[in-house]
């Protein structure tokens, strides 16, 4: 999980297409906004939230993730292995955390 994901997230949260966020200061203008922290502090916070949402079963892998999810589509927005073992993974970099 990195920032891109967080920023993906953010912007179908806020409603801001591909076009908007052109505009590099849109998506953290707008974001802070709504919430009043920065977009550092909204990462950090979501990092902290992703270990507490219902694991999903990615379709083609069949492995679990913790997930926020679209609302638009099928996919996973930004996303961190399940813990097995005790054990819990970064989705994207395989490492322990």
Known sequence: M??????????????????????????EDAFYEKFEISMEEGFALAQALLPHTVAVEAGLSGKAYHAFVSRKEPVMLMKMEAVRDGVERDADAGVAL
Do not use: H, P, Y
Request: proline share 0%; hydrophobic share 40%; net charge negative.
């Open 2 to 27: 990195d920032m891109f994901d967080f920023e993906e997230l953010v912007a179908e949260m806020l409603g801001i297409s591909d076009d908007q966020r052109e505009d590099d200061d849109c998506l």
